[in-house]
């Protein structure tokens, strides 16, 4: 669990406890959510994997051809073709995550999934967040025309856990906020 502290403006540190947010980045009003696929390996070591696979079984194979069972080459390329593709589809999605910063003014949402990108921003105070179907599922936010899920990298059973800090984070933004026509 982390703790972040959130500033009030004009006041001193009102202490918050936040199970999914991040430290403050560049503010200290800000709150940061960043989730993230769970890869115990990285693209680069994935990479380094594949090519000592590729040498070794490249190896076995040409020693098997030298000694009289050219068949062996054939399977051993379909085979590291294979283990290829797969690994690149890992790799591709290995860095998959779903980033959400709540300053003051706007909730900036950017989810990466692949190639794909997608941001969307409200305004904190127009923003609902909802389950997408049911109390597992996906988070939905959604205002001013515009809508978004999250929560792909959150466990289903913590997913509710996530929607309550959101909307509590919501809320607790939207207080801080100046009335229109005062400062």
């Not at 990479?47 to 068949?71: D, H, Q």
């Not at 999250?150 to 801080?176: H, Y």
Request: glycine share 8%; with cysteine; hydrophobic share 50%.
């Amino acid at each position: 669990m982390q703790v972040l502290s959130i500033h009030a403006p004009g006041s001193h540190a009102t202490a918050a406890a936040f199970r999914f947010a991040g430290p403050p980045h560049a503010n200290d009003d800000d709150v940061h959510w960043l989730l993230k696929r769970n890869c115990s390996v990285s693209p680069r070591q994935l990479l380094g994997f594949y090519l000592s696979l590729l040498a070794v079984s490249l190896l076995v194979a040409g020693a098997m051809w030298m000694r009289g069972a050219p068949l062996v080459m054939p399977f051993a390329g379909v085979e590291l073709i294979a283990v290829g593709l797969a690994l690149l589809v890992y790799a591709r999605h290995a860095a998959d995550s779903e980033e959400m910063v709540l300053r003051p003014g706007s909730l900036t949402v950017e989810c990466r999934l692949g190639e794909s990108v997608d941001r969307v921003e409200f305004e904190p105070a127009r923003v609902r967040v909802e389950p997408k179907w049911g109390d597992g599922s996906l988070i939905e936010l959604s205002g001013q025309g515009r809508r978004i899920a999250v929560g792909r990298f959150v466990r289903p059973e913590l997913r509710r856990a996530l929607a309550d800090e959101l909307r509590a984070a919501l809320a607790r933004t939207v207080a801080m906020r100046p009335a229109p026509g005062r400062s």
